[in-house]
């Protein structure tokens, strides 16, 4: 390339007159020949490296050694001939050179991108645009090329019809690769560019006899060595999709084509420069229909994407929120479900999370196919799905039935089931917040009394243990774990966790049982040594829960249930965020509990002055966003989660 380069600049000081005399004949002739021969030699050198980019480079130096073949002919057979011949072989040469161009221009655009029709409109508007305007520029041109025998004729049209193609091909490409091309696609359209302005140029002095050579031969050397350095720099790149995303193009081709027929009525113009310009506007109409098609299209996928649940294709949460409030607006009854998948969080860890989300794909078509034609289902996230149907309570009975089957599957090593919680619109809610509120709360109560799983059997094991050991500390739990279910909710817990909290709030005290009756009765203050003492029940609660592995996680919130946010608890001083959310939940629930219910040495104080009493003690105590939490949610507790009718109890498929 360097040599190239070496070459064109020693020709341009030979243009500016400093070589005279015997140097001529070399320079002129031998040096510039040279030059377009080094440039297909790297550009054909290049297809034979390159595996990828073979045929692109190939048809560059097919079409540069065409035009250094009908170059090396002119100079070595017919410049010494007086008249030589007209079409000559080195007419055939510089032809040559047009088609292998466009080849190597439309193999480079299908190997940049994949391109849609969008961007192939683009393209033709851009070389229309080019075509009309380039012909009425070189209009003189064709009026003088028109005069001859056929032949003459067909290679005087041949020239500039060439160079308005090559031209257009070129700003089609442009269009179609976009503006954020690579260097090598820049360089061969400053070749391309930089050649058929050099064909233009000499055509149009040529027609109007005023063509000296001079500088603008050097256009031509510039022209394929730019060409040949496009294909030194070109990598393989990534084949990207373009559907014609910008309207730049059609904008500046309706520009010029309007141009064009302004230009006409003040100065005639050829008629086929005429139709370029009105094809050009014709087609820009047809790119401005396709696109507003286009954009049609994409909204309405967005709106489909922002309603739909990506891994199952059901309704997702706004698309159910969507529906909720229209149903609880109107006046038909209908009935609306929630589920939680049993065992799902096992088959994921036991399976991994591509055979967790196939399960969670099959299972969501089954529950689609089980609530059709009249029901519509949905994701809500995670191993949460819903169904809203209409009818009233029968029909919802029907509906779990039929959903517990779809949402089940057994195998070898797993089973997957479904807890449910329904509720009827608009009578049982006349909003979509209350509606989630109470089918969640009745699908975590149905959940709560599954007597299937490991967890489940170990849980009433312990419960029994603790009722029978102190009746009133059985009560006292049930009720914290009742409000821990309804904040772990507020805050937002997975399935998974708002399970264990909830577990963990029933079993938080289960060490007091090995704590003496003479201590855990005390009527008066405890001392150093029983205070010690007590404080060990949540460790020894925890080694209790820990014998059971299906217990670890509840084991685990046990142990931190009395930590202090101010890191002044037991029994490892926690602080803050480092103790467990679910145990800090725990803990504000267990006072609230606490202090509104009866004890034998005091009376309870109001739900008001408990609530007061935890926002006096938050960021000492307590987690102070739960303690907000807990006066928004505490006194909507009772309403959430009074008992269903019988037709609607809390029911789980098994």
């Known amino acids: ?202 055509l149009y002095q040529d027609a109007t006899s005023t063509y000296d050579g001079g500088y603008l031969d050097s256009l031509w050397l510039v022209g394929g060595l730019a060409v040949a350095a496009a294909a030194i720099v070109s990598k393989p790149s990534t084949r990207e999709r373009r559907d014609g995303y910008s309207m730049l193009f059609p904008a500046l081709a309706t520009a010029v084509a309007v141009g064009i027929l302004a230009w006409d009525h003040y100065e005639p113009l050829s008629e086929l420069s005429l139709w370029l310009a009105v094809a050009t506007i014709a087609a820009v109409l047809l790119r401005l229909m396709l696109s507003f098609h286009q954009n049609r299209t994409l909204l309405g996928a967005v709106r489909h994407d922002a309603v739909t649940d990506a891994l199952t294709g059901l309704g997702n949460r706004r698309s159910l929120l969507s529906d909720l409030a229209r149903a609880t607006e109107g006046e038909s009854e209908l009935g609306f479900a929630i589920f939680d998948l049993d065992g799902f969080k096992a088959y994921n860890d036991s399976f991994g999370h591509p055979a967790g989300d196939l399960l969670l794909r099959r299972l969501g078509g089954n529950l689609a196919a089980a609530v059709a034609p009249e029901g519509r289902a949905f994701r809500l996230g995670g191993d949460e799905f819903c169904v809203l149907v209409p009818g009233g309570r029968e029909r919802i009975q029907e509906v779990l039935a039929l959903a517990g089957e779809a949402l089940t599957e057994r195998g070898e090593g797993f089973r997957i089931s479904a807890s449910a919680g329904a509720v009827t619109l608009p009578d049982e809610a006349d909003d979509a917040t209350t509606a989630l509120r109470t089918a969640d709360a009745r699908m975590y109560a149905a959940k709560g009394q599954r007597s299937s799983s490991a967890q489940r059997q170990t849980q009433d094991v312990l419960v029994r243990v603790l009722r029978e050991r102190e009746p009133e500390l059985g009560a006292h739990l049930k009720g914290v774990a009742r409000l821990a279910a309804e904040i772990g909710r507020a805050a937002n817990l997975e399935a998974e966790e708002l399970d264990a909290v909830i577990r963990a709030a029933e079993l938080h005290d289960i060490g007091k049982i090995a704590i003496p009756d003479r201590v855990l009765h005390k009527v008066g203050p405890l001392d150093d040594d029983e205070w010690a003492l007590m404080m060990t029940h949540t460790t020894i609660g925890e080694r209790i829960l820990a014998a059971a592995p299906a217990m670890a996680p509840v084991a685990a919130l046990v142990r931190s249930s009395h930590e202090r946010w101010d890191g002044d608890g037991y029994p490892d001083r926690l602080a803050s965020e480092q103790i467990p959310l679910g145990s800090r939940i725990i803990f504000v629930c267990d006072a609230y509990e606490a202090m509104t219910e009866s004890r034998s040495y005091r009376d309870p104080i109001s739900p008001e002055d408990a609530l007061e009493e935890l926002r006096r003690c938050a960021g000492s105590q307590f987690d102070p966003q739960l303690v907000e939490l807990a006066a928004r949610v505490f006194p909507l507790i009772r309403g959430a989660l009074a008992a269903p009718p019988a037709a609607l109890s809390p029911t789980s498929a098994s």
Request: proline share 3%; aromatic share 10%.
């Open 1 to 202: 390339m360097g040599l190239a380069v070496a070459g064109l600049a020693l020709h341009a000081l030979w243009l500016g007159g400093l070589f005279n005399g015997p140097a001529d004949t070399l320079i002129n002739d031998g040096v510039y020949n040279g030059v377009l021969v080094l440039a297909a030699a790297i550009c054909l050198i290049k297809a034979a490296r390159s595996r990828s980019e073979r045929w692109i480079w190939l048809a560059f130096g097919v079409g540069l050694a065409a035009w250094s073949a009908g170059d090396i002919y002119w100079t070595a057979a017919l410049s010494v001939v007086k008249k030589p011949p007209y079409p000559s072989l080195a007419d055939a040469g510089y032809l040559l050179a047009y088609p292998a161009m466009y080849i190597g221009v439309l193999l480079l655009v299908r190997q940049r991108v994949r391109v849609g029709s969008a961007a192939w409109l683009d393209g033709a508007i851009g070389g229309l645009a080019v075509a009309a305007i380039a012909i009425a520029i070189l209009r003189p041109a064709l009026v003088g090329s028109t005069k001859g025998d056929a032949a003459e004729v067909a290679t005087n049209l041949a020239y500039p019809l060439g160079d308005v193609l090559l031209l257009s091909f070129l700003i089609a490409g442009v269009a179609v690769v976009g503006l954020r091309a690579r260097r090598s696609w820049l360089l061969i359209g400053v070749g391309i560019a930089t050649w058929g302005v050099a064909d233009a140029i000499y």
